[in-house]
């Protein structure tokens, strides 16, 4: 990884992203799926944000705070709450498409995350299988 040019080169940051990805699987282990783990914060139902401004919209929030902190109990690193809310983001945790975006009401779906993915709180869904619906709302 530091002989790449495409990624950044410091070691730390090299050194906790293999460090993470083992205590991804430790986690994934130890729940069933590492994507059960997460939707514990959000108790398994998106959070639908309505902002009408992108000033309006958090970079962070108590749920990802949560995750931040619970997440450097078993060894995590180089991630705080900033980048788990862009996770919490990306995976449809929550979802801050802004009111005017073109997608916010494609995707304020079905309230409970249950009804997205049936199993998902059961374990054997895998967080590469959730679609990537949050594409950025003000590209158009």
């Known amino acids: 990884m530091l002989a790449d040019p495409g990624i950044v080169r410091n070691r730390l940051k090299v050194r906790a992203a293999i ?8 986690v994934q282990d130890a ?9 514990r914060f959000v108790e398994g139902i998106p959070i639908r944000n309505q902002w009408r401004s992108i000033r309006e919209v958090p970079t962070r929030s108590q749920q990802s705070e949560a995750l931040s902190q619970d997440l450097k109990h078993p060894g995590f690193a180089f991630a705080g709450t900033t980048i788990y809310y862009a996770l919490m983001q990306t995976t449809g945790l929550v979802k801050d498409h802004l009111v005017s975006c ?18 998902l709180l059961g374990g054997s869904m895998d967080v590469a299988t959730i679609p990537f619906g949050h594409r950025a709302c003000f590209s158009r």
Do not use: C, D, K
Not at 19 to 26: D, R, T
Not at 31 to 39: D, H, V
């Open 31 to 39: 729940i069933g799926s590492f994507n059960s783990y997460i939707w």
């Open 102 to 119: 073109f997608r916010h009401s494609e995707v304020n779906g079905p309230e409970e995350a249950n009804e997205l993915f049936p199993n």
């Open 19 to 26: 460090n993470n990805a083992q205590e991804f699987l430790i």
